[in-house]
T-cell receptor
């Protein structure tokens, strides 16, 4: 059953803590993405990766970090430098240029 | 600088009628456009896309129109059904360097009234 798996569904962060959101895909897609959605707003690009061991900053990369050590995995770390981390985080993948982007089911991150 | 804009935050349509959702973009280098449907606390679902070499693409009840000179695209849903009630996002990609970057609009909430 091919798809994109995000975990956990809900995550809580304490002050000063780093947390990591998992994203795994078994679609054999080259490109992977992280977006953030705030209530009533659109999707804003945090980071994206076109190939293994390479990634680029999106529009709101400050306070976040990523790695792409394997084609199927693209974890996102929300660091303590991200002062407003409460949001719905979406991971996506695409097979290549000019192709549809497919999304996971999202992770809701909240601050305790 | 918002490169992809959806100026209508919400739209209400009677069941069975046509729903028309609009999207404008500013970057003339965009060459691929997509529409997504999203429910709360779920990931967006891909609906339909169009390449800049076309001006229309149709898939069942969904049709996307692209007007490159006006930098405008629209999604038509005919006939509208109550299950179509959701937030719809348009997205655009394209870059001379070939980067796989997708930019999304802010969404339009569609409500189909039974």
């Amino acid at each position: 059953d091919g798809g994109i798996t995000q975990s956990p569904k809900y995550l809580f962060r304490k002050e000063g803590q780093n947390v990591t959101l998992s994203c795994e895909q078994n679609l054999n897609h080259d490109a992977m993405y992280w977006y953030r959605q705030d209530p009533g707003q659109g999707l804003r690009l945090i980071y994206y990766s076109q190939i293994v061991n390479d990634f680029q900053k999106g529009d709101i990369a400050e306070g976040y970090s990523v790695s792409r050590e394997k084609k199927e995995s693209f974890p996102l770390t929300v660091t303590s430098a991200q002062k407003n981390p409460t949001a719905f985080y979406l991971c996506a993948s695409a097979p290549g240029y000019s192709s549809a982007l497919f999304f996971g089911s999202g992770t809701q991150l909240s601050v305790l | 600088d918002q490169q992809v804009k959806q100026n209508s935050p919400s739209l209400s349509v009677q069941e069975g009628r046509i729903s028309i959702l609009n999207c404008d973009y500013t970057n003339s280098m965009f060459d691929y456009f997509l529409w997504y449907k999203k429910y709360p606390a779920e990931g967006p679902t891909f609906l339909i896309s169009i390449s800049s070499i076309k001006d229309k693409n149709e898939d069942g009840r969904f049709t996307v129109f692209l007007n490159k000179s006006a930098k405008h695209l629209s999604l038509h849903i005919v006939p509208s059904q109550p299950g179509d009630s959701a937030v719809y996002f348009c997205a655009a990609s394209g870059d001379p360097s070939g980067t796989y970057k997708y930019i999304f609009g802010t969404g339009t909430r569609l409500k189909v009234l039974a």
